[in-house]
T-cell receptor, first 115, second 115 residues
Framework: GAVVSQHPSRVICKSGTSVKIECRSLDFQATTMFWYRQFPKKSLMLMAT?????????EQGVEKDKFLINHASLTLSTLTVTSAHPEDSSFYIC???????????FGPGTRLTVL | AQTVTQSQPEMSVQEAETVTLSCTYDTSESNYYLFWYKQPPSRQMILVIRQEAYKQQNATENRFSVNFQKAAKSFSLKISDSQLGDTAMYFC????????????FGKGTRLSVIA
């Protein structure tokens, strides 16, 4: 149990385009999901907290207009990188909080490359 | 604010031996969770073990166990009978009980299991 999927696993796009990443909790409902960015050989950097049915809470320094987050249901949150630039190239990971255990389970991550 | 410190950037262990990864944390909260996550080369974050701060008994999961010293704010991970598949980055993390709050991660310890 407690499986989180993330799609796509890898995406390459041209500068200026938008990319949507989906995060799904497959066998539990998640009121709260989190989006992280991870640079090579570094720890996870929290970007935003996504709450079902309400606006996401962004960490300081994260542009909310650039990284659009939608948490439309208890099993799905999406991160859209708008007008992507090469500096947005990174590994993006989501997690979903299993409420009754207060434990976060992670998706397998998405490698974004912006040319 | 919570902080988590992992003082060992890299460690290595011989296959079948035992290794201990260190983690210290700082929090003003009385109720919180502590976690160890493993990130193998695939970059999938995997929950290894979870400890609730109010529980005095140390958590164990098969070959993985923790030494939780609440007064010292220490939460080390012991891996017994190390296997090649244990080679990974290990992150210690803390979480307050209040829900809807993000994990606070340490910087990680890279563990290499040598045949």
């Amino acid at each position: 149990g407690a499986v989180v999927s993330q799609h796509p696993s890898r995406v390459i796009c041209k500068s200026g385009t938008s990319v949507k990443i989906e995060c799904r909790s497959l066998d539990f409902q998640a009121t709260t999901m989190f989006w992280y960015r991870q640079f090579p050989k570094k720890s996870l950097m929290l970007m935003a907290t996504s709450n079902e049915g309400s606006k996401a809470t962004y960490e300081q320094g994260v542009e909310k207009d650039k990284f659009l987050i939608n948490h439309a249901s208890l099993t799905l949150s999406t991160l859209t990188v708008t007008s992507a630039h090469p500096e947005d190239s990174s590994f993006y990971i989501c997690s979903a909080e299993q409420g009754f255990t207060d434990t976060q389970y992670f998706g397998p991550g998405t490698r974004l490359t912006v040319l | 604010a919570q902080t988590v410190t992992q003082s060992q950037p890299e460690m290595s262990v011989q296959e079948a031996e035992t290794v201990t990864l260190s983690c210290t944390y700082d929090t003003s909260e009385s109720n919180y969770y502590l976690f160890w996550y493993k990130q193998p080369p695939s970059r999938q974050m995997i929950l290894v073990i979870r400890q609730e701060a109010y529980k005095q008994q140390n958590a164990t999961e098969n070959r993985f166990s923790v030494n939780f010293q609440k007064a010292a704010k220490s939460f080390s991970l012991k891996i017994s009978d190390s296997q090649l598949g244990d080679t990974a980055m290990y992150f210690c993390a803390s979480l307050t009980y209040s829900g809807n709050t993000p994990l606070v991660f340490g910087k990680g310890t890279r563990l290499s299991v040598i045949a």
